[in-house]
């Protein structure tokens, strides 16, 4: 059997393994290891399993993963999704639809110091749902806009995912988050552009909230200091060349830490869930990627990546087209996979073409980053929706799903915006950094 038959199947099976709920991390490494020994023999993945899994997780820039979810973990704790909430609400809350766009807004500070797209959905979710269902919002609007807006977790800045991506690419930490700064605030926008022209359409599914006078609006701006405080200094030692990203992600964790202490909720027991969590989530997200360099030597010795290259030269697609190809085929996956995994299953693959076309490595980065937030939202295995399911008790998955066709709307504009404006992208990164 040719060593690209073997590839093909080892994808599938691959497919297969994670459908039946295998970790994807053994996943990945079981198939690794059985197509390696069929292309190459004991002896060369020997040396592979020797080594690799050391190599994978030794690079110091590693080390901002860990710092950057001890942030998002303190910040979860420290009670600053229900501070935001609540300011927003008061600033914005009478507008049409004023609640859910404070939801967005809320999701979107919260993910600028979380990173992590389900922790913002579940911890907005326990937050906004009662409040939105408490005034009369439609459920369909409610869970559509929290499971949405936690998306917002990965596209704006710092986020993990944008992380693995600088490291597994060689890009640059800083240009990946500063080229994320602006695609993520517009997907902020387009999803309030969505709630307004939802609550036009259909009035009673998001009824009027009375506006507050000047001086609760005015304390409840006070109260998101904080927050933007911690999200300045994180993003501003960056690009002011003060410090590291890991150097500017262990400043963030320390201010987390400092907030949670001056909210007077840093005590022993969210100190120990703080650290618990953030060495589960970092042990999970290592193991992803040793499972990923294993399956990486199968993919690149099985020569499926020269196969694809000359598959597209075949067909003789347009650079543009090929990009549409494989961001379609990223949408697709996203209904079956979550978002770390797919990413790293693919890049391998779709990485060097990318290149070989001429793309900016750090623009297909943010569109990666886009699409592959897109899953987290599709069903069957949008994991939002599961999250929102499940913290509201009483939402059906169905009814999640319904409510999210207008939000997906919204980012399939988005990421068609992106791909034919890259300066959307780009102006930023070399704005500041040449």
């Not at 939801?103 to 911890?123: E, N």
């Not at 459920?139 to 806009?145: H, N």
């Not at 949670?260 to 969210?270: C, G, I, M, N, S």
């Not at 693919?346 to 073409?353: A, N, S």
Request: glycine share 10%; net charge positive; charged share 10%.
């Amino acid at each position: 059997m040719s060593p690209a038959a073997i590839g093909s199947i080892g994808i599938f099976a691959l497919l297969a393994l994670i459908a039946l709920r295998v970790p994807v991390a053994i996943a990945m490494g079981v198939v690794g290891i059985v197509g390696g020994v069929a292309i190459n023999g004991w002896f060369s993945l020997g040396f592979v399993l020797g080594s690799q899994p050391f190599v994978t997780v030794f690079p110091y820039t590693l080390s901002v993963i860990p710092l950057f979810v001890m942030m998002g973990a303190f910040a979860a704790r420290a009670g600053l999704s229900a501070s935001l909430f609540q300011s927003l609400h008061a600033l914005i809350g009478h507008w049409r639809g004023g609640l859910a766009s404070a939801t967005i807004g809320a999701c979107a500070l919260f993910g600028s110091v979380c990173g992590s797209s389900l922790a913002t959905a579940a911890t907005m979710a326990r937050v906004a749902i009662p409040s939105m269902r408490a005034v009369g919002y439609d459920d369909r609007l409610t869970a559509g806009t929290v499971a949405a807006g936690g998306t917002l977790g990965i596209l704006i800045p710092p986020s993990i995912i944008m992380v693995i991506y600088a490291i597994m690419t060689e890009q640059s930490i800083g240009r990946m988050f500063l080229a994320g700064m602006v695609p993520g605030f517009m997907a902020a926008g387009l999803y309030m552009i969505t709630v307004y022209i939802i609550a036009r359409l259909r009035p009673k599914a998001a009824p009027l909230s009375p506006r507050l006078d000047g001086a609760k609006r005015i304390e409840a701006f006070r109260q998101m200091g904080p927050v933007l405080l911690l999200f300045g200094s994180v993003m501003g030692s960056i690009y002011l060349g003060i410090a590291s990203p890991t150097e500017a992600a262990a400043v963030g964790a320390f201010g987390a830490m400092v907030l949670a202490a001056f909210r007077r909720k840093l005590t022993w027991e969210v100190v120990r869930e703080s650290l618990m969590e953030t060495a589960v989530t970092t042990g999970m997200i290592f193991m992803i990627l040793v499972g990923t360099s294993i399956l990486q030597f199968f993919i690149e010795t099985s020569t499926l990546p020269n196969m694809l290259l000359d598959g597209i030269n075949w067909l003789q697609l347009p650079p543009l087209g090929v990009l549409i190809l494989i961001l379609v085929v990223y949408i697709i996956l996203g209904c079956f996979l979550d978002s770390l995994s797919m990413m790293l299953i693919t890049l391998p693959i779709f990485f060097p073409l990318i290149v070989k076309l001429g793309y900016d490595p750090v623009w297909f980065g943010i569109l990666v980053t886009s699409v592959v937030e897109i899953g987290l939202i599709t069903p069957p295995v949008g994991m939002n929706l599961f999250v929102i399911v499940a913290v509201s008790g009483s939402i059906k998955f169905e009814t999640a799903a319904a409510g999210i066709v207008p939000f997906l709307m919204a980012d399939l504009t988005r990421v068609a915006l992106l791909v034919a404006f890259p300066a959307i992208t780009l102006f930023l990164p070399r704005l500041l950094m040449g």
